[in-house]
């Protein structure tokens, strides 16, 4: 074989192989449960060694027999490719949560469940790569007169496990704090109740996230009452240490508060709801040396209620509700643009969420080395899992590359009577789309514009021609990439 047939063959190897292991995206939906009327809540996503992902789930179901809801648990395993390669039910043991802790080396994730209704309502499980299922607690139930519902757990020193929630089935309802060994003996337990006079079986306190500090302390996001958000620091025992409040209203029936260490940071960024109703929005703030300073706010047209939050090197991701019927993810950078968003079917509510004994999950989102997003949320009778390129699309596998950047101008901003928006791409290709929407603060459409060569020109009015207020608004294209601009206007 001469030279030039040589590298021709090596040529065409390599091409063969770019293609084989090139990154693509995958969306995988499919209804779990009895087919009777289930709800399902997805809880925790880990990412395996070779990009395959394990979801756990909480499944609500209709006992065909008794007429009762009762909650399973599904913990499913898709391939890196999205195809299904396990699943695996525990049935009929009414749990009231279900908690990832962590996945090792080996690909084990170890998960905590709680039971509303047995003696042995608190056990530690592990589920290993092929799906075997194993009870690391002991048989004997663990000693607690609250029964509680996790919401987050880690992994910490010595092996030893710690999770928080809040104990249910109590007047009042009280923030709780559990640390396990790691074969699941009890080690201590803390109780934090609100703090407020005279609680109603409603007013509870609760705690929703957890970070380890690299003291070994832990950061816990709470809520003490049910417009106070808090940031804890305790000790291992649940002592705590140290309290911030947040200034602004908390609305915890719209959210959790989310938390995610700073990569090589020794700060936290943390994401909630915040405001009066309906001017709410999520709001962003970072932790450092004891300080809590707001970064921005989320635009509600893109997402009004949070579920999870997810840092990296040079941004963050958040998931949560955009409305009733839909699902948001939006991937956000430090200074609060909108590197991407996603809408989805979705809602992952369930009886035990809307009743007010279960949280949302903050453990929804993971992200690997190259930047591509795992997501996981439920959809009444249907499990749906995401993953999503940088760039946030899910291209089939031909059509890989990121497109185009989608890039809008507009002048003046802040802007009084009109404002003269320009669309273009970071490329000569022509621009995919020919309207541009603009919607209020509250995620209303205003008006719908259409552009010539890229261009148009708003004057400030509705589609029904009256003069919009004042206010903040939002411009977005209907390009391949959809893009976001904020623009102010002022009488």
């Given at each position: 074989m001469n030279i030039a047939l040589r590298v021709l063959v090596s040529i065409f190897i390599?091409?063969?192989?770019?293609?084989?292991?090139?990154?693509?995206?995958?969306?995988?939906?499919?209804e779990i449960g009895s087919g009777n009327g289930a709800n399902i809540s997805s809880r925790s996503i880990f990412r395996c060694s070779d990009n395959s992902v394990v979801t756990i789930d909480s499944v609500e179901d209709t006992d065909d027999l008794e007429e009762l809801i009762v909650v399973d648990i599904a913990i499913t395993k898709l391939d890196p490719f999205g195809s299904l390669l396990w699943r695996r039910y525990f049935y009929g043991q009414s749990f009231l949560s279900v908690t990832g802790v962590d996945i090792d080396a080996n690909d084990t994730v170890t998960f905590i469940t709680t039971q509303i209704w047995a003696n042995d309502y608190i056990n530690l499980w592990t589920i290993d790569s092929s799906g075997i299922v194993t009870r690391i607690s002991e048989a004997l139930s663990i000693p607690n007169s609250y029964i509680a519902c996790f919401t987050k757990a880690l992994r910490i020193a010595n092996n030893e496990i710690v999770?928080?929630?809040?104990?249910?089935?109590?007047?009042?309802?009280?923030?709780?704090?559990?640390r396990f060994s790691a074969t699941g003996e009890l080690i201590a337990t803390a109780l934090w109740p609100v703090d407020i006079d005279n609680p109603s079986y409603y007013d509870c306190s609760e705690a929703y996230d957890l970070a380890l500090k690299d003291n070994g302390n832990l950061i816990v996001s709470s809520s003490m009452n049910p417009t106070t958000a808090s940031v804890l620091e305790i000790d291992i025992d649940g002592n705590i240490i140290n309290r911030i409040d947040f200034a602004d209203r908390f609305l915890s029936g719209y959210s959790t508060l989310a938390i995610s260490k700073e990569a090589n940071q020794d700060s936290y960024l943390l994401a909630g709801v915040f405001g009066e109703y309906p001017d709410h929005a999520v709001q962003v703030y970072r932790l450092q040396n004891n300080e809590l300073n707001l970064l921005f706010d989320v635009e509600q047209g893109i997402i009004r209620e949070l579920s999870s939050l997810l840092a990296y090197d040079n941004g963050l991701i958040i998931c949560g509700s955009y409305n009733?019927?839909?699902?948001?993810?939006?991937?956000?950078?430090?200074?609060?643009?909108?590197?991407?968003?996603?809408?989805?079917?979705?809602?992952?509510?369930?009886?035990?969420?809307?009743?007010?004994?279960?949280?949302?999950?903050?453990?929804?989102?993971?992200?690997?080395?190259?930047?591509?997003?795992?997501?996981?949320?439920?959809?009444?009778?249907?499990?749906?899992?995401?993953?999503?390129?940088?760039?946030?699309?899910?291209?089939?596998?031909?059509?890989?590359?990121?497109?185009?950047?989608?890039?809008?101008?507009a002048y003046?901003?802040?802007?009084?009577?009109?404002?003269?928006?320009?669309?273009?791409?970071?490329?000569?290709?022509?621009?995919?789309?020919?309207?541009?929407?603009?919607?209020?603060?509250?995620g209303q459409l205003i008006r719908s514009l259409?552009?010539?060569?890229?261009?148009?020109?708003?004057?400030?009015?509705?589609?029904?021609?009256?003069?919009?207020?004042?206010?903040?608004?939002?411009?977005?294209?209907?390009?391949?990439?959809r893009h976001l601009r904020k623009i102010v206007k002022t009488r």
């Open positions: 390599l091409a063969i192989c770019s293609i084989a292991f090139a990154q693509s995206g995958y969306e995988h939906a499919q999770a928080v929630g809040k104990s249910s089935y109590t007047a009042p309802r009280s923030a709780c704090f559990y009733t019927s839909q699902w948001a993810l939006v991937n956000l950078s430090l200074s609060g643009e909108v590197n991407w968003y996603r809408h989805q079917p979705g809602g992952n509510i369930n009886f035990l969420l809307s009743e007010n004994y279960s949280t949302q999950a903050t453990d929804l989102i993971e992200r690997d080395e190259d930047g591509c997003v795992y997501w996981t949320c439920g959809d009444r009778e249907m499990q749906l899992i995401t993953k999503l390129l940088p760039n946030g699309q899910v291209p089939v596998a031909d059509e890989v590359q990121i497109p185009p950047a989608t890039i809008i101008s003046p901003n802040p802007m009084k009577d009109e404002i003269k928006i320009k669309i273009k791409q970071d490329n000569s290709l022509p621009i995919q789309g020919n309207s541009i929407d603009i919607f209020n603060i509250k259409e552009l010539t060569k890229g261009e148009t020109v708003w004057d400030g009015k509705d589609n029904g021609g009256k003069p919009s207020p004042k206010g903040i608004y939002l411009l977005r294209s209907e390009g391949t990439t």
